[in-house]
């Protein structure tokens, strides 16, 4: 069983600085990985994807991707009120198969 | 603006009635995902297609639901009998199936069987 953790939270901070969102899975042969923002009451929203060790940069956002450690994060800097959304984390095996598994989302409060 | 369509997106109906619910992929898009969300089990994927063909329909209760992909702009996902267990919003999602593997998520349909 293929699983994906994250801190359902709520995480919250002061606008300006910066959200940490960390995610875990379990499967060693995943190869890619999504971070999709979901506003209450909407679908979710690819926000950054990744597929190497390292960090990758997009704007505000930067997403890191530690293999050996099972784990991904998604950083927001300077965190804005329009960022307060939860936070969904997918993991998929890539390939010819590339169903996405979700975690639970973490729901992230920025505060004016 | 390529996005996903679905239909309808709220739909509110009696337990043991049938319900059917339509979606659009982005055109060029070759993989359809159908997915579930509530708030005790997270997004769960029911079946997704490939070129029109399923592929894994693994995550769906076979005795009721049934998924299909007529043409390559359309994807259906029916329900026969509802139960109010199926009450949820289902979302439908499109891709490629090369890199970078993304997916891209319609709006959803807002099931709520009484």
């Known amino acids: 069983q293929k699983e994906v953790e994250q801190n359902s939270g709520p995480l919250s901070v002061p606008e300006g600085a910066i959200a940490s969102l960390n995610c875990t899975y379990s499967?060693?042969?995943?190869?890619?990985f999504f971070w999709y923002r979901q506003y209450s009451g909407k679908s979710p929203e690819l926000i950054m994807s990744?597929?190497?060790?390292g960090d990758k940069e997009d704007g505000r956002f930067t997403a890191q991707l530690n293999k050996a450690s099972q784990y991904v994060s998604l950083l927001i800097r300077d965190s804005q009120p329009s960022d307060s959304a939860t936070y969904l984390c997918?993991?998929?095996?890539?390939?010819?198969?590339?169903?996405?598994?979700f975690g639970k989302g973490t729901l992230l409060t920025v505060n004016p | 603006d390529a996005r996903v369509t679905q239909t309808p997106r709220h739909k509110v109906t009696e337990m043991g009635q049938e319900v059917t619910m339509r979606c659009q992929p982005i055109l060029g898009h070759n993989t359809v995902f159908w997915y579930r969300q509530t708030m005790m089990q997270g997004l769960e994927l029911l079946a997704y297609?490939?070129?029109?063909?399923?592929?894994?329909d693994s995550g769906m209760p076979k005795d009721r639901f049934s998924a299909e992909m007529p043409d390559a702009t359309l994807a259906t996902l029916k329900i026969q009998p509802s139960e109010p267990r199926d009450s949820a919003v289902y979302f439908c999602?499109?891709?490629?199936?090369?890199?970078?593997?993304?997916?891209?998520f319609g709006p959803g349909t807002r099931l709520t069987v009484t």
């Open positions: 997918a993991v998929s095996s890539g390939g010819s198969n590339y169903k996405l598994t």
């Open positions: 499967d060693r042969v995943s190869q890619s």
């Open positions: 999602a499109s891709g490629l199936a090369q890199g970078p593997y993304e997916q891209y």
């Open positions: 990744i597929y190497s060790n």
């Open positions: 297609f490939r070129n029109r063909a399923p592929l894994d």
